[in-house]
């Protein structure tokens, strides 16, 4: 995650939200963005995701998350989420959820990011990338083969 952005936000302040959303989105990478949110003691560090990035990620992870490393540092630790309306700043409206500490960012009703937890983030970055790494598609695999078959014996070299 080569970008980090480090914004104080004030809740009622939506259009500075906005722009560091908006800047995080047209980015088109992972971006770390680290939250003072109005009211809060502690800051809220996050990696904001593509949703597009996430869903390769998530494609090529082999499973998900370790629920017991998963949620956001601010919470004391068996402390229940409670329910959250939607918030809505500018064009962009963020949706956290109870579970797993992730939230997500939509635009128009669509999900164009997600809010992560650093650690979250770094591990289905770097699962996803080893999985990828030793995968081949079928196509691939039958034309390295075909590759390997047309060169020469290490003893007729």
Do not use: C
């Not at 939250?35 to 003691?41: D, L, P, Q």
């Not at 995701?49 to 869903?55: F, H, N, Q, R």
């Not at 490393?69 to 229940?80: N, P, Q, S, T």
């Not at 949706?95 to 635009?107: C, E, H, L, S």
């Amino acid at each position: 995650m080569s970008i980090e952005i480090d914004v104080v936000a004030g809740y009622p302040i939506n259009d500075e939200v906005e722009r560091v959303l908006g800047l995080a989105e047209v980015v088109g990478e992972p971006v770390t963005v680290t939250f003072m949110w109005e009211g809060h003691e502690q800051a809220e560090r996050v990696v904001m995701v593509p949703a597009a990035m996430l869903a390769l990620w998530e494609h090529w992870a082999p499973t998900a998350y370790p629920a017991s490393e998963a949620g956001d540092g601010i919470r004391a630790v068996g402390e229940k989420r409670e329910l959250a309306h939607p918030a809505e700043f500018g064009a962009f409206t963020l949706f956290r959820r109870r579970v797993g500490g992730r939230t997500a960012v939509a635009r128009n009703g669509v999900v164009v990011a997600e809010l992560l937890d650093p650690g979250e983030a770094h591990w289905l970055q770097e699962q996803a990338r080893d999985v990828r790494q030793g995968f081949m598609d079928p196509k691939q695999k039958a034309a390295f083969e075909d590759f390997l078959a047309r060169q020469a014996s290490l003893d007729e070299q």
